[in-house]
């Protein structure tokens, strides 16, 4: 006699997204969390991940904060991860450098603790003063920059020293609004000294070379919130993205998002890791994705039509994405042609 249980044992598992992939390289701030607080259902979503066998790796523009102290945040949340699953701008900032000068070689670090240590575990030596002769000058966000520090990395380019920035974040997100951030600091050097930074973060490919040399992953998944710094980065290293949308991007981003800008995958949020791949597919009339159709009218502006209520949005966004993306080719289309759509998804 056959139980429930046995029919349930035999019955094939369907695929999901999650399982063309070895590794997740996740954003965080708008991914995984928001602010202080996860956002809802990640820590679900990504210890299930785990528990199929997928390496997580969380990947952040920070340089400020060390790798310890990000995955202490992140086990708060819930999210298993530990130190050696954090890879960080100042990590991808100090092999950069290690790279190109020799062991032991002085780097005046304009940064915090975070980069301080990054380039130590390269076997080079932290300074702050353009007189220990630096041979690089390497720069990543901290609050207590000060003139003086500035000035030091300033003179120390000024003299010949190879110049880092850990990114080109020009702001950075805070609870009282957006504030200067470690792109807007490295003018400062550059404006000073006619010499423009090599950039080490996101969407620059260091970082994810970083992550893809710590990780070892052969089929990665980039998992981000914001087209120009996540979705491009995965882009320019040639690996597939998925664009959630519990952050920074929302539907018109994407449908007017030009080639460099536009993910692999489309979710609403992590879960839909672990749910079928949505299969997008041209129609006689337009693009279809689960009983919605998006098609191009007379009149010039895109239409979304959809099944009952009660279906998934986001499958309209990904038939309308297609035939955005389709029409403009390597252009971006005209933001009031796609506003029909907008409607369509109640957004």
């Not at 933001?335 to 409607?343: G, H, R, T």
Request: with cysteine.
């Amino acid at each position: 006699m056959t139980g429930a249980g046995d029919d349930e044992a035999e019955r094939p598992r369907v695929p999901v997204l999650l399982d063309a992939y070895d590794t997740l390289l996740l954003d965080l701030d708008g991914v995984v969390y928001l602010g202080r607080n996860a956002v809802s259902g990640a820590p679900e979503a990504l210890t299930a991940a785990r528990d199929r066998g997928v390496r997580l790796a969380f990947v952040t523009n920070n340089a400020s904060r060390t790798p310890g102290a990000i995955a202490q945040h992140l086990r708060h949340l819930g999210v298993p991860a530990g130190q050696e699953d954090v890879v960080t701008s100042a990590q991808a900032a100090a092999r950069l450098v290690a790279e190109r000068v020799p062991w032991g070689s002085a780097v005046l670090v304009v940064g915090g603790m975070g980069l301080r240590m990054a380039v130590r575990a390269h076997g080079l030596r932290p300074v702050t003063t353009a007189g220990d002769a630096p041979a690089a000058v390497v720069q990543g966000m901290w609050e207590g920059v000060s003139y003086g520090l500035l000035s030091e990395g300033a003179l120390a380019v000024r003299q010949g020293a190879w110049f880092v920035a850990a990114n080109g974040d020009t702001t950075m997100p805070t609870g009282r609004g957006q504030l200067p951030g470690n792109g807007s600091m490295a003018r400062v050097i550059a404006t000073a000294t006619g010499v423009e930074p090599v950039v080490a973060g996101k969407p620059e490919p260091p970082l994810h070379r970083e992550s893809m040399i710590r990780t070892e992953s052969r089929r990665p998944l980039v998992v981000g919130d914001r087209l120009d710094t996540d979705i491009e980065g995965a882009n320019r290293a040639g690996v597939d993205s998925l664009l959630v949308l519990t952050g920074v991007a929302g539907p018109l981003d994407l449908l007017i998002a030009g080639p460099c800008h536009r993910p692999t995958h489309i979710c609403a949020d992590l879960s839909g890791l672990h749910t079928p791949t949505a299969r997008v597919r041209r129609s006689r009339t337009g693009w279809e994705c689960r009983g919605w159709n998006a098609m191009w009218e007379e009149d010039g502006r895109l239409r979304l039509s959809g099944p009952a209520d009660g279906e998934d949005p986001v499958d309209g966004l990904r038939a309308a994405c297609a035939a955005a993306w389709e029409m403009a080719g390597d252009g971006r289309v005209d933001e009031d042609a796609v506003k029909p759509v907008l409607s369509a998804l109640g957004t």
